[in-house]
């Protein structure tokens, strides 16, 4: 197959993990996706596929990773298995036939996938051939209340601050807080920041400290640019925690917000402010001291 092309890229990466059995296997499941039997072959090989082939992690190089994205500008392949990448591949070999309506076969196929499953058909959405149809399922998943599809959308996955409307975008990065997950997977997080979600995340942090209840500190990430009045209060209160790692939030928020009092506020934490201007402290120590208490 061809390697410019996605489906051809998931090829070329199987053909080299697979044993001869197990891709020949595979090879001739994909020859009968045109038959007269073809949608009981996409269910029964969708499903046939990690008992056939493994779950395995498909462990993929530097070299690979760079051509995923060269394919499809932030697709990762750091958390791919072995049998996401063969389903991803059945399902973008399925949208190249022009004689099938791809959208309506992923909702379908939605409705009736177990978790495995599900994940799968979402870590594939930035592949597949792009429709209202197909954004109005991927609507659908961003809704559910398991939270390793709604990851599945959300983490490590392109289509999200490529599609998504400034209305799902917020929707998303909330609901990201309301079931415990972290934002720093999510691509694109600085760049769709809006003030509209600066002020729902706001909103959000009083009702957790009403409730005296923690605020990740990742959420002053998308506050920080458009912080003012009271917004300003609200990151001088994060500065002031006890904990350590929310205090890094608020001096990194705050050392990218263009009001004049964060300078202000910053002027009492040199020591801090020097480590964010050397690169010492970011978002990404941030993120690597949450995975450590998570």
């Not at 959300?154 to 289509?159: D, L, T």
């Not at 640019?225 to 608020?250: K, T």
């Given at each position: 197959?061809?390697?410019?092309?996605?489906?051809?890229?998931?090829?070329?990466?199987?053909?080299?993990?697979?044993?001869?059995?197990?891709?020949?296997?595979?090879?001739?499941?994909?020859?009968?996706?045109?038959?007269?039997?073809?949608?009981?072959?996409?269910?029964?090989?969708?499903?046939?596929?990690?008992?056939?082939?493994?779950?395995?992690?498909?462990?993929?190089?530097?070299?690979?990773?760079?051509?995923?994205?060269?394919?499809?500008?932030?697709?990762?392949?750091?958390?791919?298995?072995?049998?996401?990448?063969?389903?991803?591949?059945?399902?973008?070999?399925?949208?190249?036939?022009?004689?099938?309506?791809?959208?309506?076969?992923?909702?379908?196929?939605?409705?009736?996938?177990?978790?495995?499953e599900?994940?799968?058909?979402?870590?594939?959405?930035?592949?597949?051939?792009?429709?209202?149809?197909?954004?109005?399922?991927?609507?659908?998943?961003?809704r559910?209340?398991?939270?390793?599809?709604?990851e599945?959308?959300?983490?490590?996955?392109?289509?999200?601050?490529?599609h998504f409307?400034?209305?799902?975008?917020?929707?998303?990065?909330?609901?990201?807080?309301?079931?415990?997950?972290?934002?720093?997977?999510?691509?694109?997080?600085?760049?769709?920041?809006?003030?509209?979600?600066a002020?729902?995340?706001?909103?959000?942090?009083?009702?957790?400290?009403?409730?005296?209840?923690a605020?990740?500190?990742?959420?002053?990430?998308?506050?920080g640019?458009?912080?003012?009045?009271?917004?300003?209060?609200?990151?001088?209160?994060?500065?002031?925690?006890?904990?350590?790692?929310?205090?890094?939030?608020?001096l990194?928020?705050?050392?990218?917000?263009?009001?004049?009092?964060?300078?202000?506020?910053?002027?009492?934490?040199?020591?801090?402010?020097?480590?964010?201007?050397?690169?010492?402290?970011?978002?990404d120590?941030?993120?690597?001291?949450?995975?450590?208490?998570?």
């Open positions: 197959m061809n390697k410019t092309t996605a489906t051809g890229f998931l090829d070329t990466i199987l053909k080299e993990r697979l044993p001869a059995d197990q891709y020949t296997w595979l090879l001739e499941r994909l020859a009968l996706l045109n038959n007269e039997d073809s949608l009981r072959n996409i269910h029964i090989t969708y499903g046939l596929i990690p008992r056939r082939l493994g779950r395995q992690d498909l462990a993929a190089t530097s070299e690979e990773s760079a051509t995923a994205d060269s394919l499809v500008k932030g697709w990762k392949l750091s958390d791919w298995s072995i049998d996401m990448t063969a389903r991803v591949m059945l399902l973008c070999t399925i949208a190249q036939q022009t004689n099938r309506d791809f959208a309506k076969l992923f909702k379908s196929m939605c409705q009736t996938a177990d978790l495995g599900t994940i799968s058909l979402y870590r594939g959405i930035a592949l597949y051939p792009q429709s209202e149809e197909l954004d109005k399922q991927i609507g659908e998943g961003l559910t209340n398991m939270r390793a599809v709604f599945a959308i959300a983490h490590n996955n392109p289509y999200p601050a490529t409307s400034e209305l799902r975008w917020n929707h998303m990065v909330l609901k990201a807080l309301f079931v415990d997950s972290t934002l720093y997977p999510i691509q694109g997080l600085e760049e769709r920041c809006n003030p509209e979600l002020r729902i995340l706001c909103d959000y942090a009083h009702e957790r400290w009403s409730a005296n209840r605020v990740t500190p990742e959420l002053w990430r998308c506050v640019p458009f912080a003012s009045d009271n917004m300003i209060d609200d990151l001088q209160r994060a500065l002031e925690s006890d904990v350590s790692v929310e205090q890094q939030g608020a990194l928020a705050l050392s990218g917000c263009p009001d004049p009092r964060a300078e202000k506020l910053l002027e009492n934490y040199p020591e801090q402010t020097r480590k964010v201007a050397n690169g010492e402290l970011s978002w120590s941030v993120a690597r001291q949450i995975n450590q208490l998570a």
